[in-house]
């Protein structure tokens, strides 16, 4: 009887712990996975500092560091982050199908880990298993084109990070027509130099929820915008540190109306052109705010700018001369307009 009396209170305490271990462990199918990726990706004494060395010293997977589980009772893994990760190995070639256990994955980020492509027949199409993937970043590797065909089956990705890869030349843009639930696609960093394949001026219409485009520091030239006509709901556009130059045809942008940021800073660009009068792009009625700094553009440029009727930010970092009369060039009727202008010889602003 005694010791039923005091056994009770144990039990419930054992109850809780386990319970406890249980709200934080997985499957046991994907704690197995996670292991095999721990041996993929370089289980390596040197590696001292990666968190993935300490994957499997305890069973409860779920606190595993980049390991994120879902909060219902299945505690399925929904977010697997491995940056950084193998930064003392050389290049060598991933097998996606790895990540196949993870039914429930949303977020898979693979930044910075020196991978030059996947193995034969187990490339990211693979992916196209997993429903409900919708991140994917594999930025800081070393990626060639042919990354691109491999991408086409992940039809559930929303966001997709390729900077600082080896992707190189031109670029098949229907590589992307599968990926229709796609909002934003970072390519900076890459050696691009143009787009292709595109039918006219619709350009890539099967990326119409495509809201941010990140093209900075490549190699493209002025004939990027017309390559990104079909891009309508595009809502940020960077092409920054590139090798726009001369004159800017602003019509390219029409049919951009729901801009809201553009860059175009870094670049060798002198004027706008093809603007009727101080109309200006009246079709980028969105926009507010516009980067053109470190370009080459002079005074004679800023009438431009009278037509952004909804401008609220513009940054000026260019050789303007003499006395600016920001009343004559800026719209009068907008409430608040902040304007970074540093200028080499500016002399007045009035």
């Given amino acids: 009887m005694g010791l039923n009396r005091f056994s009770l ?56 560091e980049g390991v994120t589980c879902s909060n219902s009772t299945t505690r399925r893994v929904v977010e697997i982050h491995l940056r950084i990760w193998t930064s003392s190995k050389g290049d060598w070639y991933l097998n996606a199908s790895i990540f196949l256990p993870f039914q429930e994955l949303n977020v898979l980020d693979l930044t910075a880990n020196n991978i030059a492509g996947c193995v034969a027949n187990e490339g990211f199409e693979r992916l196209s298993r997993l429903a409900k993937l919708e991140v994917l970043s594999l930025g800081v590797n070393n990626f060639n084109n042919n990354i691109l065909s491999s991408l086409k089956g992940i039809s559930s990705l929303k966001y997709l990070d390729l900077y600082y890869n080896k992707l190189r030349g031109s670029i098949d843009m229907k590589e992307f027509d599968s990926l229709s639930n796609l909002k934003e696609l970072s390519l900076v960093g890459n050696g691009i130099q143009d787009f292709v394949t595109l039918t ?138 902040y304007i970074y202008i540093l200028l080499v010889f500016l002399q007045e602003i009035r």
């Fill in 200 to 337: 006219g001026s619709e350009g890539p219409s099967r990326l119409n929820k495509l809201e941010t485009l990140v093209l900075a520091d490549n190699l493209l030239n002025n004939s990027i915008l017309s390559s990104l006509k079909g891009l309508s709901s595009l809502k940020y556009l960077d092409l920054g540190g590139n090798q726009l130059q001369g004159s800017i045809n602003m019509k390219e942008f029409d049919s951009l109306s729901n801009l809201e940021m553009l860059s175009l800073s870094y670049n060798k660009i002198q004027d706008f052109v093809a603007l009727t009068g101080y109309e200006g792009p009246s079709r980028l009625n969105k926009l507010e705010s516009l980067d053109l700094g470190h370009n080459r553009i002079n005074d004679s440029t800023l009438s431009f700018f009278k037509g952004f009727s909804s401008l609220k930010h513009l940054y000026l970092y260019n050789q303007l001369d003499g006395s600016i009369d920001t009343k004559g060039y800026m719209p009068t009727y907008i409430p608040f307009i």
């Fill in 9 to 64: 209170p144990g039990v419930a305490v054992i109850m809780m712990i386990n319970a406890m271990l249980l709200s934080q462990g997985c499957l046991e199918e994907e704690r197995i996975a996670l292991l095999q990726i721990k041996t993929s990706f370089g289980d390596h004494p040197n590696l001292k500092s990666s968190p993935v060395r300490f994957w499997g010293k305890d069973a409860i997977c779920c606190s595993w």
